[in-house]
């Protein structure tokens, strides 16, 4: 009964801890990165991606702009997004795509910038989160 036991809390373990390295995004091969710039009362928005590799990379991106105003009684909200495919080679650095977005005092706004390899996995990430000082950059 002990090694019965012994061995459920094994496999316990080992799933768990399976679960856990497979729920994170390591970005050890592809680096995605948002890059912000305030012009007057907008955000410019680059998002960037850089090869850590010695071998050519290719993936496709998404980069999402949600917006929300809690100034207003229906709290409006809208959505931005880009998606393309690009090709890196070693240990480059590459703009793939640039949006502006106007913001107010009460906006919150989330930037998510999505890296996918081809058989659509999640290989990099980056997000921004404005005006919510809740939340943090991740």
Same mark, same amino acid.
């Not at 995605?32 to 010695?54: C, D, P």
């Not at 959505?79 to 590459?94: D, I, K, M, S, Y």
């Not at 081809?118 to 980056?126: A, F, R, T, V, Y």
């Given at each position: 009964?002990?090694?019965?036991?012994? =061995?459920?809390?094994?496999?316990?373990?080992?799933?768990?801890?399976?679960?856990?390295?497979?729920?994170?995004?390591?970005?050890?091969?592809?680096?995605?990165?948002? !890059?912000? !710039?305030?012009?007057?009362?907008?955000?410019?928005?680059?998002?960037?991606?850089?090869?850590?590799?010695?071998?050519?990379?290719?993936?496709?991106?998404?980069?999402?702009?949600?917006?929300?105003?809690?100034?207003?009684?229906?709290?409006?909200?809208?959505?931005?997004? @880009?998606?393309?495919?690009?090709?890196?080679?070693?240990?480059?650095? @590459?703009?793939? =795509?640039?949006?502006?977005?106007?913001?107010?005092?009460?906006?919150?706004?989330?930037?998510?910038?999505?890296?996918?390899?081809?058989?659509? @996995?999640?290989?990099?990430?980056?997000?921004?989160?404005?005006?919510?000082?809740?939340?943090?950059?991740?």
């Amino acid at each position: 009964m002990h090694k019965l036991y012994n =061995c459920f809390i094994y496999l316990l373990t080992f799933f768990i801890g399976l679960t856990i390295a497979y729920s994170q995004v390591p970005q050890n091969e592809i680096k995605a990165k948002i !890059e912000l !710039e305030t012009i007057e009362s907008s955000i410019k928005v680059t998002g960037m991606v850089e090869n850590l590799t010695a071998v050519t990379k290719s993936a496709t991106y998404k980069l999402s702009v949600i917006k929300n105003n809690a100034s207003t009684s229906n709290e409006n909200q809208s959505n931005n997004a @880009q998606e393309g495919v690009f090709t890196l080679n070693p240990r480059e650095t @590459q703009k793939l =795509c640039v949006t502006q977005v106007s913001r107010g005092e009460e906006d919150n706004i989330i930037i998510l910038l999505i890296l996918y390899d081809e058989n659509k @996995q999640i290989i990099g990430k980056d997000r921004v989160v404005i005006g919510d000082e809740k939340k943090k950059r991740i």
